[in-house]
């Protein structure tokens, strides 16, 4: 049985498995965490304060997420502070998240994170990007030449300030070959040790994020010799950013950049609690996710948003059920002592694993078994006038009844 085979493989067979996986078992996926930055680039969102941050920051770090950009210290007094006050939280504490910040491609961005690092006394890589494809060119008038200069004088000055480098171009997904062997070759030979192939306005499928990463991963970080990571960030306006993310792992990327709750440009960032998700439950990575929830509805507390109750995993309706089929099943597989059999039942993501539990509630297509089991769950006896009165209010109700509502029916069945 393998070890993330949920119950016995007799009573599940899982397709998914049916061939070798494109990403074979063992592989070491690292997460970069842009909650703090470009999941705050969203029109909609409210920037936290600094000590929600730094809250959730710690949640980052409770999930085994490897990395965290805090910011563009180029932005601003208040970026600043607020950079410098998460470095410093990560230095104090001693955290094992490694903490990066974005900067375009020219010296007064990256020198606020030259002085930052050196007044926290921590390494921070700088993520330093520029646009790259036609159509950006097109636009500014840029021609290569001047991308190719611009690229190797802010490599080149984040190095020799001794700050680690991501090299960024926007827009690698619509970008020709022949510039992305140049732009990135460029910076691995300026002292770039980490590249990011970038999906910035979503436009990736599956197929060609794993074409992209191939491309990179053999026609610029193999012939350069380096030790190079190989980073992939992803957009949703397609809704395919967690296939594209996954795809790039398999071509070869090491780092994959994400947000709390999607967060991000226009529909956002590849979702990070999804990404934490599919690899625990792909066997990529073996934590502890029981504050993944937490750390979700943090984020959307600290930036004014909301999470969709129909929301994978996280969302308010993920493990809920009033349709009298699934309580059904979900209530039998109880009656025979086995949480895994009914967290397997009706859901192909066990609840448990997330800290979270299934539960059944009762409404218009609920059958008998969801007001049994609800009475049971509350210690409540189920007499046949109970029963009836609650099944029967539930079927001319437009919507689940709250506990407050069956409650009172319980209490009405009493009284008559």
Known sequence: MTQNTLVDENWIYDWNTATPPAIAPGTRVLLNDETLRDGLQNPSVHDPSIAEKIEILHL???LGIEA???GLPGAGPRAVEHCEALAREIASNRMK??????????ENDI???????QRVGIPIEAATFLGSSPIRRLVEDWTVDHLLRTTEKAVRFAVSHGLP???????????DPDTVRRLYSTAISCGARAIVLC???????????????????????????????????GHCDRGLAIANSLAAVAAGAHQVHAAANSLGERVGNTPMELMLVNLRLMGLIERDLSRLKEYCEKVAAATHTVIPPNYPVVGRDA????TGVHAAALVKAYRKNDPMLANSIYSGVPSHLFGLEQIIEIGPMSGKSNVLFWLEKQGIAASDAVVNRIFEAAKQSPRVLTDAEIRALCSSSAAT
Request: proline residues 5%; hydrophobic residues 40%; contains cysteine.
């Open 319 to 322: 493990f809920r059920t009033a």
């Open 111 to 117: 020198r606020p994170i030259v002085e930052l690092s």
């Open 97 to 106: 998240i490694r903490p990066n910040c974005a900067a375009r491609t020219h």
């Open 60 to 62: 980052m770090e409770s």
């Open 68 to 70: 965290v950009n805090i």
């Open 165 to 175: 480098s991501m090299y960024v171009t926007e827009d690698t997904m619509r970008t």
């Open 199 to 233: 999906d910035t306005v979503g436009h990736a499928t599956p197929l060609g994020a794993f074409n992209l990463v191939q491309f990179a991963v053999r026609e610029i970080v193999k012939p350069s010799g380096e030790n190079i990571r190989v980073d992939w960030h």
